[in-house]
């Protein structure tokens, strides 16, 4: 069925586009030029999103007990560049998507963007060079994109292959359940369809498709794909999962933990931050 299932994502010409306040964004955010007021003049237009960006520079997660900011221009200093836009991309991406009618798509966001920060955190305590701190929260939030592309191209399928492996008592991971049954699993079709269509980043695409590889043995240093692959577990460690986990068990290594000298201690602070993180959202944007 891999054939199929690939053959399908090529050539569906009006598959799940990026909105186009994201395209703006993404367009503005690389060139090196790109400055406060550029972001300002594009959001300004858009209040509802404008809003939703003030609110967030407000949040306890960014705020850090800072006086508040008043108006989008401030907050945007405030966050800066690229939080900005991955605030646009967690409010968003999820509307490309249309609603699943085989599992709880809140869950399935909430996970991703559990991801997301936790990714972002790891990354600044782990990683000195720009792109990958850049791409750190975006690769966290679409890291598993794959499930909802499997979902939209083959529904049927696939919501018989959840209910026939039933997968919550399975105890193989959902990556290799897919595998078995149709060839390709959700990191590698993700990673395929971000290329294909939303055309992100050359590095969130080659850490959407390794998410689930044992990289730690790797002779280089730490990775984007190590980091998302651990903030992964740690949601799934503390309870932050996506709605289609099996019995399959995966905690953050202790090779990893080793080779970052992170302790315990500080995956904790990085747990509840996240918790702080998802909270702001919550309120902001499922109400």
């Not at 969130?204 to 577990?233: C, M, P, Q, W």
């Not at 953050?252 to 747990?271: C, D, P, Q, W, Y």
Request: net charge negative; glycine share 6%.
């Amino acid at each position: 069925m891999r054939n199929e299932i690939v053959n399908s994502l090529q050539q569906k010409g009006e598959l799940l586009p990026v909105p186009e306040v994201i395209l703006a964004l993404q367009k503005l955010t690389n060139d090196p030029n790109c400055n406060v007021d550029d972001i300002h003049r594009l959001l300004k237009a858009d209040l509802v999103l404008s809003g939703k960006i003030i609110t967030m520079s407000n949040s306890s997660y960014y705020a850090g007990g800072r006086e508040k900011a008043d108006n989008l221009q401030e907050a945007i200093v405030r966050l800066g560049v690229y939080a900005v836009l991955d605030i646009c991309y967690a409010a968003e991406l999820p509307k490309a998507f249309e609603k699943s009618q085989t599992f709880d798509q809140a869950q399935f966001w909430k996970h991703s963007l559990a991801t997301g920060y936790l990714s972002s955190l790891l990354a600044n305590k782990l990683i000195d060079e720009q792109k990958p701190l850049d791409a750190s929260f975006l690769s966290g939030l679409v890291h598993d994109v794959g499930i909802l592309v499997l979902d939209y191209l083959i529904p049927e399928e696939y919501n018989k292959f959840l209910r026939v492996k039933d997968i919550s008592s399975s105890e193989q991971p959902i990556e290799m359940l897919e595998r078995e049954v149709f060839g390709i699993d959700h990191q590698e079709l993700g990673g395929m369809f971000l290329q294909k269509w939303w055309q992100l980043p050359s590095l969130v695409i080659e850490t959407v498709t390794d998410h689930h590889r044992n990289l730690i043995n790797d002779s280089n240093g730490i990775t984007l794909a190590h980091i998302v692959n651990a903030a992964n577990k740690l949601a799934n460690e503390h309870g932050i999962s996506h709605p289609l986990m099996t019995q399959y068990k995966e905690e953050v290594s202790e090779e990893f933990l080793l080779k970052t000298g992170i302790e315990n201690s500080e995956l904790a602070l990085f747990v509840d931050k996240t918790k702080i993180g998802l909270l702001a959202f919550e309120n902001l944007f499922d109400s």
